[in-house]
């Protein structure tokens, strides 16, 4: 393999497990429980 595609799928693996780490701080800080999120938009133009 050529080092520019070690370089590219190594990024690529990087970019991922950050996404991933992102989303489970997120889980973890309680950003997923509010079930009544999704209504608020109808709520506000009563």
């Known amino acids: 393999m050529s080092a520019m595609t070690v370089l590219l799928l190594l990024g690529a693996l990087f970019m991922g497990l950050a996404g991933g780490l992102v989303f489970m701080v997120a889980l973890k800080s309680g950003q ?5 999120v999704k209504y ?3 709520r506000e133009e009563d």
Do not use: I, L, R, V
């Open 40 to 42: 608020q938009m109808f």
């Open 32 to 36: 997923f429980e509010d079930e009544d």
